[in-house]
């Protein structure tokens, strides 16, 4: 019986997980652990609340007294560490949350449990999943190989280098005390649920509020597109494993520049929704100042966890972001709240 805590399980992935997990896995015991920052909310998991082996508790990984009493009151067996703060823009202007939670976070987590899991001698069906980011291996030309897990670790944002603590952490957690661990690199992710701030949910809600959707320089940085359905299904078969000390780097496959994918989400929204407040919204698509240290291309070579545990993807881009512009289509009474946040 695995009896699981999700940290950050009321964000963006952490809550398609939970739902992937209860509707996969309706025998295990699943505890969600989060802050509620602006872009973890409490509505993104309420589908799950009826659920009669999901427990929800409102409270941050920085605090080792509290996970401390919930290892021990709930039994847990595995943890999924998805509790971070992300956006890049929001780090390079505000980096000392992203200090606290992404690295100083960590080491709670993994410090009280390997403390919990020595009191239970060591237990091998025990595991720490940390959930990281393909940007701790730092940025891409335009004919460089794919990133795998051997690549070195060059941060160059202050999220992706407290990404790169937390990695680091987590593997000496390994190395030192054998903690039964494994890490995943992964792409950009992209589906319900995501915090308009993000590229492609900003890019849909503007397109239908008729606002301009901004891109940064000239359009043509890259990035690998991984739907968070098929991520989902990827950290489960990890879980469920007994690969234990290993990392894995998760993909889609879906190498695109940012106006190659802005394109596509205009022409999907074209064809999906009669009446816009401009048409074609290709009209919308502004220019804007670069990014400081914007990397130009991530891409992920996938071929480990594809050959290891036979995942594969299952949703193409186009087709997932249709899934993704009906989800917000009608879904508006849960973004609508959030653009007070972000304009």
């Known amino acids: 019986m695995i009896n699981l ?59 080792s007294k509290l996970i401390s009493i919930l290892l021990r009151r709930y039994q847990i067996t595995h943890i999924a560490n998805f509790a971070a703060e992300s956006h890049v823009d ?24 390997k403390k919990y899991w020595s009191e239970n001698r060591k237990p ?70 995501h915090y308009p701030e993000k590229l492609i949910p900003l890019s849909i809600i503007n397109i239908l509020e008729g606002k301009n959707i901004p891109i940064y320089g000239n359009g043509k940085n890259i990035r690998d597109w991984l739907y968070v359905e098929d991520h989902c299904r990827a950290l489960e078969l990890i879980l469920k494993s007994k690969k234990v000390g290993k990392n894995f780097c998760i993909g889609g496959s879906n190498e695109v520049s940012n106006i190659e994918l802005i394109t596509l ?10 009446k816009l407040p401009v048409k074609p919204s290709k009209k919308l698509i502004t220019f804007v100042p670069d990014r400081l240290g914007h990397d130009f291309r991530y891409s992920i070579n996938a071929s480990k966890i594809k050959k290891e545990l036979n995942w594969q993807t299952t949703v193409p881009l186009k087709q997932g972001i249709k899934n993704t512009i009906n989800w917000y289509l009608n879904n508006e009474s849960w973004w609508r709240p959030l653009l007070s946040d972000i304009y």
């Open 90 to 113: 929001r780090s390079i202007n505000f980096p000392d949350q992203f200090m606290k939670t992404n690295i100083l976070g960590t080491y709670s987590l993994l410090d009280e449990f």
């Open 265 to 274: 989400i205009c022409n999907s929204i074209d064809e999906l929704v009669t």
């Open 124 to 193: 091998k069906n025990f595991k720490f999943l940390q959930i990281s980011t393909d940007e701790v291996f730092g940025s891409l030309e335009i004919d460089n190989e794919p990133f795998t897990e051997e690549s070195p670790y060059s941060p160059r944002s202050p999220y992706s280098a407290s990404k790169a603590s937390g990695d680091h952490l987590v593997k000496a957690w390994f190395e030192t005390y054998g903690l039964p661990v494994v890490l995943t690199n992964c792409s950009n992710n992209y589906g319900p649920y």
């Open 5 to 63: 805590l999700i940290t950050g399980g009321a964000g963006f992935i952490g809550s398609n997980f939970l739902r992937y997990w209860i509707l996969n896995n309706p025998e295990s015991n699943v505890l969600v652990l989060d802050k509620l920052t602006y872009a973890g909310n409490i509505s993104n998991i309420k589908d799950c609340s009826s659920h009669p082996k999901f427990k929800f508790i409102k409270g941050d990984i920085c605090d």
